[in-house]
């Protein structure tokens, strides 16, 4: 089988595809129209987030029989439309959990202790222990909100404090030894701490608006290491101006895309410095607030293990 490798990768990918008689190609930088014309000569297509995957695009990959993604989600890819053309699907939420877990844990201990405001007083001079006083995990209420692979990573990581951990997802009987499946009614009423690890749906797309956020019953702070369009930032902003939002540690933004650089360049307009929404300035400026640029599942070891699963799941269904 030949198989287009558009993004680079671990190199085990290469690797064990040849060793399994693939023919390998790749395409790093070539663009997604230039990709069609040639599309319809490969049997596999390998991507991360390089560019979607729409009908227009597979209807001309007439011979493609797998497409792996080298990530947790298919959000790139039009599922329904790959489905029926018989296109094998294969993601990687197994290879890069316990990275997202283990993020999603440093940023809420981050947030905690004020990990990131106390550094850079000190760096400039200020020795604030007061101002920087911190919070403790233990005796607090975590809620989970999208319990596959991620959201149980999370709550395992979570197993050495003296916490109790709720989840609430869509399908039932998810529950595990380390987390309670309650509804979403429980989850507010309880929640202090709400972490989301939900793919990007039409249903999970602006979940996290002002009329959700208004039905917790105890001011909470905020985990979002899934998808930057799950939560609406004006309504957080608003929220953690009142303080219905004590903090965020968000890994991904409503605004993310492959411009993103671009809200920090100066517009043509002489009256306007940025093309920074006003929300985003606002969040830019808080510093109850955590950022990180979409690399909660980005480690070392990661990266190595979302190909090897990859490569295992297409070895398992063709070889």
């Not at 060793?19 to 049997?43: M, Q, R, W």
């Not at 329904?80 to 290879?95: R, S, T, Y």
């Not at 809420?108 to 990990?115: A, H, I, M, Q, R």
């Not at 968000?250 to 809200?263: G, I, P, Q």
Request: glycine share 8%.
């Amino acid at each position: 089988m030949k198989v287009l490798h558009v993004d680079v990768n671990h190199p085990l990918i290469i690797e064990q595809f040849s060793a399994l008689g693939f023919e390998n190609h790749k395409e790093y930088t070539a663009t997604k129209s230039e990709i069609e014309k040639s599309i319809h000569n490969y049997d596999g297509l390998i991507i991360r987030s390089r560019f979607s995957l729409d009908a227009a695009f597979l209807e001309k990959a007439t011979k493609l029989k797998f497409i792996g993604r080298l990530g947790a989600g298919l959000e790139n890819i039009d599922t329904n439309f790959a489905k029926q053309q018989g296109i094998f699907l294969a993601a990687a939420p197994e290879g890069n959990r316990n990275a997202v877990g283990e993020h999603a844990l440093g940023m809420l201990l981050s947030l905690f202790n004020n990990l990131n405001k106390a550094d850079k007083e000190v760096r400039s001079g200020i020795w604030d222990r007061e101002g920087n006083r911190g919070l403790e995990l233990d005796g607090k209420t975590v809620g989970i909100i999208g319990y596959g692979n991620m959201g149980k990573a999370f709550a395992k990581k979570l197993k050495g404090f003296d916490v109790e951990v709720l989840c609430y997802d869509i399908k039932g009987g998810v529950e595990d030894d380390n987390a309670r499946q309650v509804g979403i009614m429980e989850l507010q009423q309880k929640t202090e701490i709400l972490s989301l690890h939900v793919p990007q749906t039409e249903e999970t797309t602006g979940m996290i608006n002002a009329e959700f956020i208004s039905k917790f019953h105890h001011p909470i702070w905020i985990l979002n290491t899934a998808r930057g369009k799950c939560i609406i930032t004006e309504d957080l902003v608003d929220g953690l101006k009142t303080g219905k939002l004590l903090g965020a540690g968000l890994d991904v933004l409503e605004y993310e895309k492959a411009s993103f650089e671009d809200l920090f360049k100066s517009s043509d307009s002489e009256t306007e410095t940025t093309k920074k929404p006003q929300a985003f300035q606002e969040l830019l400026e808080m510093s109850n607030v955590l950022l990180t640029p979409h690399v909660a599942g980005w480690t070392l070891e990661s990266k190595e293990k979302l190909a090897q699963t990859v490569v295992n799941k297409i070895k398992n269904r063709f070889c």
